[in-house]
């Protein structure tokens, strides 16, 4: 038939892309990544730079998943997908993509092929198993290993990063370099007084002061693996400029996680992709035995380990979970990537963890209105303003994200409009991006602008904007912060709308990252970092704590799981 098999069969068989002494590996899951198959499509076509530069009209591979396996999109055995097509509409036609469909390998979880796979016993044990390959999942396993142990990283999806992989306006800090080089005074109290402002004072303040104390660290940390976080922004609900990412305006997230990749393999670290944890063995006397991993090749089997760190991210492309946690928001758009399916609530829920504020999802403001492409809160950041469908401003653009949502779900349209010039797309090269999706109204005036979009107050609000700005006094909203006005042709608005963005809640966690039983009891050998935890962030999270999260409390799971399996 017309597919990728046939045609690389006709070429040489199968021992083109597969070798069969590493079919003997398949128990132990060395398979399921397919690192051989894809160094077999690199061998012939080329690595992505390569085939950049040769017969592609444009380049469908420079994204912000960074260099993933070909086997994400490409299959010799069934329709190949493409992945940005999750997030994405891009029309394109993909090489075989008129390949019949297999059933999806992970389409539920299979309950007696679990009971199986138990029953059966471990086919490998290591010391530390990290289920997540997201920034507190490489954090986590990156620092366990500097520590001494053995450690698997499994994955799910066919490309590490999840949500960390898309996030955009940065990491928060206080006390580092990059502050004091701006002149910019900051303190710990401070970090921590606007993390619980904006939590409504429903955060853990002991998680809060951890993350204060050890920020700065956290950037250290990954400038130290080769991260460049000299950038430096303001973000919503923080009463100075401590969001830290890249130079040049490029996004934090495919940035940190390229860096954790590399970091990884240079430590020699396994990371398995296409390795969905569907249960977490107990021992009799409840500590934790290992899980049960479902490969996409190799099955359903048991890997045994004294420590396993949870860093599976949030649920907010749940649908399911959404409603039922949070039915007033089950209909809302998610500014999520497909991974974030709550998976690690409902594997710790179901061996007696505890949860906390479970209910509490973000809604972020500014999500591209009717698609899934978020517009980063650094956009208000740098400078752009927030107006109704008449142009008119109705709330400070850097105020947090629960009151921005409000406020636009009480405007006559319940969308708003985010308006910038040249000036600010010149200082953020995301904006580029949106403008490459065409998400962007252009003009070469206000006026015009306020014509093609229908905002007939916009020329008179920009002209207060400006005032304000030239004054440094909002005097009608109070924003803080006005770093650029409106002036430098061409002019650019973009439709918003509230969307999921966080999971505030999930496994309750103490200060050392261990998961707590329903008697706020230490489950022996289990730890948790990242969104799938619940406590730090109270019932709102403020822009860039959460990659701050993922650094300083994926390195202490990390770090205390390595300690916990090497003391047995
Ligand atoms: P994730 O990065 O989501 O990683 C979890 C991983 O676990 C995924 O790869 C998933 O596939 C895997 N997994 C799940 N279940 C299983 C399983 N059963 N078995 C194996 N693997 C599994 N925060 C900031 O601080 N600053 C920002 O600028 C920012 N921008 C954002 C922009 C967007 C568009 C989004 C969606 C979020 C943003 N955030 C930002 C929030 C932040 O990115 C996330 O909260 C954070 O990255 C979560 O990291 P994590 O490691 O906990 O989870
Ligand atoms: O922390 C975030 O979620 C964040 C900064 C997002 C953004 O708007 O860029």
Redesign the pocket.
Known sequence: SNNLASFHTDMSGCESCHVAEKMKDIKKGITDSQTHENEQCRSCHGSYEELASDRLEFDPHASHLGEINCTSCHSGHDKATLTCNNCHNFEMDMPFADTKAKKKWDAGWNQDKIQKAIAQGPVETVDVII????????NAAISAKLAGANVVL????PY?????????????AVGTPQQKAKGIEDTVDWYAEDAMKGGRYQNDPKLVQILAEESAGAVKWLESLGANMDDLKRSGGARVER?H?PSGGA???PHIIDTLRKAAIERDIEVRVN????KIVLNEDKSVAGVI?HGRHSGYNMVAADSIVL????Y?MNKEMVAYYRPTMKDMT????V???G??VL?AKEIGASMTDIDWVQA?PTIGKDSRI?I???VRGVGAIMVNTDGERFISELTTRDRASDAILKQKDQYAWLVFDEQLVEKKKMVRGYEHLGMLSKANTIEELAKITGMSKLPTTAVDYNKYQAAGKDSAFGREDMPLNLSKAPFYAVKVAPGI??TMGGVAVDTDANVLNLQSWKMEGLFA????TGGLHGHN?L????????VVF?RKAGENAAKHALDK
Request: charged share 15%; net charge negative; proline share 0%.
């Open positions: 289920v997540g390959g997201g920034s507190a999942g490489f499994f994955e799910k999806a590490t990063g999840g949500n960390s992989m898309l996030a955009a306006g940065g990491i928060n969001t990412r996004s934090v997230g390795s969905r944890v569907e991993v860093a599976t991210g949030g907010g998610s500014s999520n990537n991974t974030a399916t998976d690690g594997l972020h978020l980063s809160e650094t963005h966080h970092a990242g969104e799938v999270r822009g860039g704590n959460a990659i701050a999260e993922t994926g």
